[in-house]
């Protein structure tokens, strides 16, 4: 987990253009839980992160079914 994750972050924070911010840590109450801060230039830079080679190799991480439940996934849009 933490390797795929690493990679993700230095891959979407050197390699995407429309990248802007890419931090997370362990929760200090909830050990093996993990929260994700991610910012983006609009839609489209989401859609690129989406499509980057090291987000596909987090995909398929996930495909492995290492959660003990689902991630909670929140999109919004910065006032």
Not at 47 to 74: C, G, I, L, N, Y
């Amino acid at each position: 987990f933490l390797e795929v994750i690493r990679n993700n972050q230095k891959g979407t924070m050197e390699l995407e253009p429309l990248a802007i911010e890419y931090t997370w840590g362990e929760s200090q109450t909830e050990a093996n839980t993990f929260h994700f801060q991610e910012k983006y230039k609009g839609k489209a830079g989401f859609e690129a992160h989406q499509q980057a080679p090291h987000f596909k190799r987090w995909e398929e991480f996930v495909q492995s079914d290492p959660f003990t439940k689902a991630p909670e996934v929140m999109l919004f849009e910065e006032a």
